[in-house]
């Protein structure tokens, strides 16, 4: 018996807008543009992706579950997702090494460091 990652799901009140945001952030690509159910993938037929599904609620409160990314140049990948609209946010993380962002409709997650190289 065999299990495979396929996909997390995100409730947007704008998928298609949220979706596009997150394809150009990620430079992934849209394989379902449905206004309801949005889909982006690493390339065609490449798992796992993310669906963003239309919600009526917006988001409350700190995200149970959050995406971590591991940029070559954290400074640099933190300027450009603030760039598309990404902002800095404050969930009482403290001095850590990683930068809180949101995207567009508050979702968390994490730019973290460079991986260093192994000794």
Same mark, same amino acid.
């Given at each position: 018996m065999s299990l495979e990652w396929e996909q997390v799901?995100? &409730?947007?009140? +704008? !998928? %298609? &807008?949220?979706?596009? /945001? /997150?394809? =150009? &952030?990620?430079? /992934? %690509?849209? %394989?379902? +543009? +449905? !206004?309801?159910?949005? =889909?982006?993938q690493p390339e065609p037929d490449r798992l796992p992706g993310i669906l963003f599904l239309a919600v009526d609620e917006a988001k409350q409160g700190q995200n149970r579950l959050h995406i971590d990314l591991r940029p070559d140049d954290q400074g640099a990948e933190v300027e450009r997702l603030t760039g598309l609209g990404a902002s800095r946010v404050d969930v009482g993380q403290g001095e850590v090494p990683w930068v809180v962002l949101a995207d567009p409709e508050g979702n968390e997650f994490c730019v973290l460091e460079a991986r260093r190289a192994p000794m």
């Amino acid at each position: 018996m065999s299990l495979e990652w396929e996909q997390v799901v995100v &409730a947007s009140r +704008d !998928p %298609v &807008a949220l979706g596009r /945001w /997150w394809s =150009e &952030a990620l430079r /992934w %690509v849209i %394989v379902n +543009d +449905d !206004p309801v159910v949005f =889909e982006i993938q690493p390339e065609p037929d490449r798992l796992p992706g993310i669906l963003f599904l239309a919600v009526d609620e917006a988001k409350q409160g700190q995200n149970r579950l959050h995406i971590d990314l591991r940029p070559d140049d954290q400074g640099a990948e933190v300027e450009r997702l603030t760039g598309l609209g990404a902002s800095r946010v404050d969930v009482g993380q403290g001095e850590v090494p990683w930068v809180v962002l949101a995207d567009p409709e508050g979702n968390e997650f994490c730019v973290l460091e460079a991986r260093r190289a192994p000794m």
